[in-house]
């Protein structure tokens, strides 16, 4: 069987999906995935690490009932699918013999959808491995060129290529080409005890040309000017306070604290409490929520998800209300909400759930100003740090640039400061949105894996929350 995933493959895998139909299952599906993975790390004025990695294998999930079972392998043979497969139905109880028949259950793939047709020679484009370190010493040499009081410097690149076809027994036969990339620059800044520590990660899809496109300079001085600022910060006050959070990866809360909680996986797993919340007021109404994987170039952004289907905008939470779940195919089955194109996966090791792509509250009628003219004393986010979210929406992030509003208006940098909250009492106190949108690279960790997603809001006030300090 050719490498490359096409047309040649319909033969095996509808011989594949009938044997699992004849079996009993009431869908298979097969995903077959190839990768190229290369990162490259620069630390200080030298390359230190180069990490290629290679890979192909295929996920092959059955479902009867409510119920699934899902097996991987590298064994792109028959033997090795059909191996798989038998294993797959064995977990559910289900067994091949001589008798088995379809029963009209399977009645064939539909015509190929190539969604990859244009972007064959995407992976030959990027970058070679010279250019890219190149690139990267261009801004390990920038950020020493500008920063001061810099102890270590750091710059990443990580490309990543995959090819994917899927085929279910539902008809569906779909194949895609993927390509992300991700540029880093971190710095560790130190001046007798004052310390320092920032990082801004930037990251693109399908553009092949982005890390030849990087604004090595731009980059850099927003680094260090951070760095600078804040190694000398005072430690902020602990306190219930209002806070307004900047735009981009202010978003990663939203993300981690709500939108997790309107996966149907947690319903599913009785996690969320927002379970039978849909046409109810969950948000404060200027909050309007968004998942989606249409934005071009968006780290997100995909042409189809990893059960085929095509995207599509999903509102969330409408002027405060909430819309609808994000959905994939075990969550329509189990919980009745109708797929939204988010079933993802970080690799053919793992099953398809639902997961968030481009994930963002939108835009509101309101200036930034205006959020920190109505402040009389808080505290601004400009920039978010790591954190951690509890199961039913609880969460802590550190603030890694932060300022204190005063009268309406920003004053000292302070530092330390952690933000903790629950998203049932948070996302009813935004009661503000400006109107300067902007999306953030990132990755996102949960039970199929680690993905790419894009985060993202305008600068948001929040009425009251915690802040952890000293």
Known sequence: MTDV????????????LNRGAGAGADLVEVFLERTNHVGVLAEQDQITSVNPSFAKGAGLRVFRGGRDGFVSTNDLTQDGLTRALDQALAMLGLEVNSLSSSDDRFNGLDSLIDHGVTKNDWLSRCPTLVSASQRLLEGTNELERIGQHLQVRRGSYSRDWQEVLVAASDGTFARDIRLHQSTGLSVLAADGDHRSSVGRRYGSTDRPDDLLQWNVQTSAAEVCESAGTMLRADYVDAGQMPVVLANRFGGVIFHEACGHLLETTQIERGTTPFADQVGSLIAHPSVTAVDEGLSGGAFGSLSMDDEGMEPQRTVLIKDGILQRFISDRAGELRTGHQRTGSGRRQSHAFAAASRMRNTF???????????????????????????SVGPTGQFNFSVEEGYLIENGELTKPVKGATLIGDAKEVMPRISMCADDLELAAGFCGSVSGSIFVTVGQPHIKVDSITVGGR
């Open 361 to 387: 509250i939108a835009a509101g009628p309101h200036k930034p100003k205006d959020l920190l003219a109505s402040v009389d004393r808080g505290l601004y986010c400009k920039a978010m740090g790591g954190g």
């Open 5 to 16: 995933f096409s047309n040649h493959w319909k033969d095996l895998l509808e011989t594949l």
